[in-house]
């Protein structure tokens, strides 16, 4: 077992992950432990430049303006707490490739090239063009982990996905009318339980469920920075209205899964 400092908390996976067999296991592992190190941390610790960008209710979206040749690679983080799901669902309904298109507005295609694990994929998506820039794909592993709550130990469990660009052989990129986009993002979810004052069993009313997602997307070429920033403005809050409207729809008449 890890080494742990106090108030730490433990990301190894159990050792028998069948995914630790792979070639891409020792990213995916680095990836996911900085990445929740990362979202665990509030706007006011993770360096400066952060602008809040879109708000509605619990919701609050941020954002820091930072170019790479040329680029628009801005970072964003978004927080917000939803009400009668928890973090398993969450976590279930982004990573489990059959909702996908379900909420995902931005998809034109999603393909499996690879299953890793049941709790790690390799996808292959082409997205919707954006005029007046030319389509785009990406190849990412997605790894879904649940990370023990040793802030509240009798707490649920916290759960993570990690999505992130790699490359695969079968499918290169920019060969044909797509551009290959690169990105890494991160999906923390953390269930609070409100109990019944009278002791009465745990229902939907009594859980929510604080999420926090990160991301950095590469567009891998040229798209003009203005039209770029006034996307992610419009479609990020859309996508994380409309994703988490999906998992209170799809969830409300089934069992709590903590
Ligand atoms: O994280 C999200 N979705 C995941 C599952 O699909 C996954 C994939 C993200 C791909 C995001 C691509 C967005 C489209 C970017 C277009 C860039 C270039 C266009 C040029 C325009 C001038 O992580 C939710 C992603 C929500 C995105 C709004």
Redesign the pocket.
């Known amino acids: 077992r890890e080494k742990l400092k106090t108030g730490q908390i433990p990301i190894t996976p159990p050792p028998t992950s069948p995914a630790i067999q792979h070639r891409l296991w020792p990213e995916v592992d680095r990836l996911v432990k900085q990445q929740v190190a990362m979202a665990r941390m509030g706007i006011g610790e993770c360096g400066t430049g952060w602008q809040l960008f879109a708000e509605d209710g619990e919701m609050k979206m941020y954002r820091r303006e930072e170019e790479v040749d040329g680029m628009v690679v801005d970072p964003l983080k978004a927080v917000h707490v939803v009400k009668g799901i928890t973090g398993h669902e969450v976590c279930d309904y982004f990573f489990n490739p059959k909702y996908?298109y379900d909420w995902?507005t931005?998809?034109e295609h999603m393909t499996v090239l690879e299953t890793i694990s049941d709790d790690t994929l390799v996808f292959l998506?082409t997205?919707k063009r954006?005029w007046p820039?030319s389509q785009?794909d990406?190849v990412?592993w997605s790894h879904m982990r649940k990370l023990p709550n040793d802030q509240d130990r009798d707490g649920p469990d916290i759960w993570t996905v990690v999505?992130n660009s790699t490359e695969s052989p079968e499918h290169p990129a920019n060969v044909g009318k797509c551009v290959r986009?690169y990105?890494t993002?991160c999906l923390l979810c953390q269930t609070r339980v409100h109990p019944p004052k009278d002791g009465a069993p745990i229902t939907r009313n009594n859980v929510s469920c604080k999420i926090t997602y990160c991301?950095v997307?590469n567009?891998g070429g040229w798209?003009?920075a203005s039209?770029?920033r006034a996307?992610?403005k419009r479609?990020?809050p859309k996508?994380l209205k409309r994703f988490t409207s999906y998992v209170i729809n799809q969830t409300k008449n089934k069992p709590l899964m903590f």
């Open positions: 996908r995902e931005t998809l998506q997205h954006i820039a785009r990406v990412f999505n986009i990105l993002v991301s997307v567009p798209a003009p039209v770029l996307v992610y479609e990020y996508f």
